[in-house]
């Protein structure tokens, strides 16, 4: 599937080594979560594109044939019911390559991981500023 071996140092590498229907797909994917999620970074980490706001949001990843959308494993949870068309395992989705990507869900899981990306970072924040206080404060 790649068409060369040289190293990935940044999405535009990652996506410009497959044929251009491939790239088509991986640029729709990239796109629809820049919208999703306007504030993350994005980087090439394990060799795939991955966006990371505090921590890890997404990665995605062409495969033989299916792109692997790694969003971590509890969206995979919250929207089971959106993803019977598609192969799950426990951090992953498959999206066949003969297939319409389904960007309006990869958004929504997107968006899912910005809100509980968020949510975490501002639980520990507020953990360690409680921790931080001087004695005898609350």
Known sequence: MKSNTKEIKSVDDYINQFSDDIKIKLESIRA??????????ETISYQMPVFKQNKVLVYFAVNKNHVGFYPTPNPIKVFSKELTDYKTSKGAIQFPLDKKIPLGLISKITKYRVKEDLELFLKKKHIKNKLSLPKGRK
Request: charged share 40%.
């Open 32 to 41: 629809t979560i820049k919208k999703a999620a306007p504030k993350a970074e």
